[in-house]
């Protein structure tokens, strides 16, 4: 009795949207170069489709290569290794990973690209937008063990991360960061706990150089301050995340906390909750959500006057701080249909309110607070 | 009078067979070492949690196949998934390189063969399948 040697499977969504906020463009997270605009039926942002390839090497040893093509930071499809790794278990307990591989920041489905393995259209925009990157090139170590009736399942990882956020002026930022992490899950039948911590940590940014040394020789503290952060050789953000989860029978239920803070103006600083369930009625499965996310510090300024001659920079450092923000909060109902083991379609109307949000692109001349209503059907499938 | 007198007798020859065919047995090789499961210890077996038996053994779960009323009673007895449900919980695993599905078989008199043959097998069949040469170790009554 073994596995089979090699297997390839598949998944994908192609998901319709549409919103009636003029003037704003609709995106699943800031890594997309274009969003849907108002009263527009787009594909762009929800659909995707990925291959993946699995070897069974031997009793504790397999390798898993998965390519997934979607709307990238630059306006592409181009297809992107987005796992790739090898596997060895010497025993059930521990499983050890070298390779790409993806990271434990979701709860109730490890991967955001795979639609059919989780209730809604797309993973929460409030709590997972800024998110560009849930991939580490690195290894890392999984422990697990029964802890009374349950399970308790203990992972760190470490390796090299990379981001792509995409602006509104239509140019893109792509970093590489050092990234380390660890969770722990407790399991026990329907229920899932998480608590997961997170560190990345960047290497100086060329292109804000510049930008810190001239703030340095401005003279005024606050100016000083910033610029400081910005010429310092890492940047560090830390990310914390709790989270229970309950999967049984016909309903489904999580909800989480996280945050990210970062050491420099140039990194996110945001608290996010979600809150989902949904219910099973034979085939369809109704959901509510509701999510939140929110920048508690206030834009930082410069300190420097407000003249012609330093409108450039006062600019520069405003909108460096705008495009890392996301203050909003959603309301979504949805329904799930599953047509068959191996295809589901979905419906689902989100209620946005925008505060500050750079999760969405802002074309007005004068942006404020925002609501829109975004509608969105889809059809997930694996094989 | 006669006429409910046989219908309690027909019931009473029927009713037992609609009985054993509602009950699953999970079944391991008597090898194995293992006496008894509990709930748990076969839902995190067969969900792809803790692949482990008592006594140390990796456990190697068996599927029927996906159309096999058998397996859909299984899952609704164990976690009340459906076939759906537990194709999108495994999409889930699979797609995020955690681990595999249960190893699938066509039926359960092949599910039993493999059983039979290796002490690291684990698999569930109706009770009215049952051979003598497997061990049942936790049973699902409907």
Redesign the interface.
């Known amino acids: 009795?073994r596995?089979e040697r090699f297997t390839l499977?598949g998944?994908g969504t192609i998901a319709i949207t549409t919103h009636d906020a003029d003037g704003i463009e609709y995106r699943r997270n800031v890594g997309q170069a274009a969003g849907v605009e108002a009263h527009d039926a787009g594909l762009d942002s929800d659909s995707l489709a990925?291959l993946?390839f699995?070897a069974h090497l031997t009793s504790t040893l397999d390798g898993?290569v998965?390519g997934v093509t979607r709307l990238n930071a630059e306006g592409e499809w181009t297809p992107r290794i987005t796992?790739a790794?090898l596997?060895y278990s010497p025993?059930?307990?521990l499983v050890f990973?070298g390779g790409r591989?993806?990271y434990d920041i979701y709860l109730?489905?490890?991967?955001r690209?795979?639609g059919?393995?989780?209730l809604a259209v797309r993973p929460s925009q409030d709590f997972y937008g800024l998110v560009t990157n849930d991939e580490v090139d690195g290894v890392d170590m999984s422990w697990?063990a029964?802890l009374g009736?349950?399970?308790v399942r203990a992972r760190v990882f470490g390796g090299r991360g990379s981001d792509a956020t995409a602006m509104a002026d239509g140019t893109h930022w792509e970093g590489r960061s050092d990234v380390i992490g660890m969770s722990l899950d407790y399991?026990?039948?329907?229920v899932t706990a998480r608590a997961a911590l997170l560190e990345v940590t960047y290497g100086k940014n060329a292109d804000l150089v510049g930008l810190g040394q001239v703030l340095l020789e401005s003279g005024a503290p606050d100016s000083i301050d910033i610029g400081a952060e910005l010429i310092r050789s890492t940047q560090t953000s830390r990310g914390m995340q709790l989270g229970i989860a309950y999967d049984?029978?016909?309903l489904q239920a999580q909800l989480l906390y996280g945050h990210i803070l970062s050491d420099s103006i140039a990194g996110p600083s945001v608290h996010a909750w979600l809150a989902q369930v949904g219910y099973?009625i034979q085939?369809w499965t109704p959901y509510l959500s509701f999510s939140t996310s929110r920048n508690r510090d206030p834009i930082r300024s410069t300190g420097l006057p407000d003249i012609p001659e330093l409108e450039p920079i006062n600019a520069v450092v405003d909108q460096l701080q705008r495009d890392m923000r996301a203050t909003q909060r959603s309301a979504s109902i949805g329904v799930r249909w599953?047509l068959?083991?191996?295809w589901?379609l979905k419906l689902q109307a989100d209620f946005i309110s925008i505060d500050e949000s750079a999760l969405n692109f802002d074309r007005r001349g004068t942006p404020g607070d925002t609501d829109m209503t975004v509608l969105t059907a889809g059809v997930d499938f694996?094989f | 009078m006669k006429r409910i007198t046989l219908m309690i007798l027909m019931f009473a020859l029927v009713a037992p067979v609609f009985a054993a065919e509602s009950n699953i047995v999970v079944i391991v090789n008597p090898q194995s070492g293992v006496e008894k499961l509990?709930k748990?210890e076969v839902?995190?077996i067969f969900l792809g949690?803790?692949?482990?038996l008592p006594g140390g053994r990796?456990?190697?779960p068996?599927d029927v196949a996906?159309s096999s009323s058998a397996r859909a009673r299984f899952y609704q007895m164990l976690?009340?998934?459906?076939?759906?449900?537990?194709?999108?919980?495994w999409?889930?695993?699979?797609?995020?390189?955690?681990t595999?599905p249960p190893?699938q078989v066509p039926d359960a008199k092949t599910a039993i063969e493999?059983v039979q043959?290796?002490p690291n097998?684990i698999a569930y069949v109706d009770r009215s399948a049952l051979t003598a040469d497997v061990k049942v170790v936790f049973e699902l009554k409907e």
């Open positions: 009795m596995a499977r998944f990925g993946q699995n898993v998965q796992q790794f596997r025993d059930e307990s990973r591989f993806g109730l489905a490890e991967s690209q795979v059919y393995s989780y697990t029964r009736r349950g399970l399991s026990l039948r329907a049984g029978g016909p099973r085939a599953d068959s083991p191996r589901d694996v | 509990s748990d839902i995190d949690r803790y692949r482990k990796v456990a190697l068996i996906e976690v009340k998934k459906s076939s759906s449900e537990m194709s999108s919980y999409a889930r695993l699979v797609f995020s390189g955690q595999s190893f493999l043959s290796s097998a």
